[in-house]
T-cell receptor, first 117, second 112 residues
Framework: GAVVSQHPSWVICKSGTSVKIECRSL??????MFWYRQFPKQSLMLMAT?????????EQGVEKDKFLINHASLTLSTLTVTSAHPEDSSFYIC?????????????FGPGTRLTVT | KQEVTQIPAALSVPEGENLVLNCSFT??????LQWFRQDPGKGLTSLLL?????REQTSGRLNASLDKSSGRSTLYIAASQPGDSATYLC???????????FGRGTSLIVHP
């Protein structure tokens, strides 16, 4: 089946620094990718929709200047958490939708655990 | 807006039991519904995807049903095993969208 990877799988950074997370579709092209965050014992909350070659669409309450998204190719989207603070510590998960269509199934990455100290 | 509710929130059963996990949603004009499994600290594994025109999907010991008119889906796990222990998430997009809204999940523990 379709595979989505994320890098890094976990990262620890100091407050005030920026962290970049990569999401790659390994064996298919994805014009659309999605970024979610998940707090402990909570469900996934959609942060933004990443569109290849255009600006991302952010959900209400998500700061676009803090969570920078770049979708520069059909297989890569990046999420940069700028000036990270401890409250940004969370599990970030990306997903990708196969551009060839089909049943609109989304394929999820393994997630990135961010800890801000 | 889609609201997804999963019941029960947690479940602990002995090995071998047949289980039913429930998912309800408020907007029934959906394209599809998907069930996922999430192990602690891990990403999501897709289990079953049911299209709006389908009533059920089966994969091994898993069977998912969909009743759009009542806004309900059930995930049936037959002959549960300790390896089935995980959180099971139901994901349903609102009408006209393919971006899913997730329920809070059912945390399942199957003990030997």
């Amino acid at each position: 089946g379709a595979v989505v990877s994320q890098h890094p799988s976990w990262v620890i950074c100091k407050s005030g620094t920026s962290v970049k997370i990569e999401c790659r579709s390994l064996d298919f092209q994805a014009t659309t990718m999605f970024w979610y965050r998940q707090f402990p014992k909570q469900s996934l909350m959609l942060m933004a929709t990443s569109n290849e070659g255009s600006k991302a669409t952010y959900e209400q309450g998500v700061e676009k200047d803090k969570f920078l998204i770049n979708h520069a190719s059909l297989t890569l989207s990046t999420l940069t958490v700028t000036s990270a603070h401890p409250e940004d510590s969370s599990f970030y998960i990306c997903s990708a939708r196969d551009s060839t269509g089909g049943p609109h199934e989304q394929y999820f990455g393994p997630g990135t655990r961010l800890t801000v100290t | 807006k889609q609201e997804v509710t999963q019941i029960p929130a947690a479940l602990s059963v002995p090995e071998g039991e047949n289980l039913v996990l429930n998912c309800s949603f408020t907007d029934s004009a959906i394209y599809n519904l998907q069930w996922f499994r999430q192990d602690p600290g891990k990403g999501l594994t897709s289990l079953l995807l049911i299209q709006s025109s389908q009533r059920e999907q089966t994969s091994g010991r898993l069977n998912a049903s969909l009743d759009k008119s009542s806004g309900r889906s059930t995930l049936y796990i037959a002959a549960s095993q300790p390896g089935d222990s995980a959180t099971y998430l139901c994901a349903v997009p609102p009408g006209g969208s393919y971006i899913p809204t997730f329920g809070r999940g059912t945390s399942l523990i199957v003990h030997p």
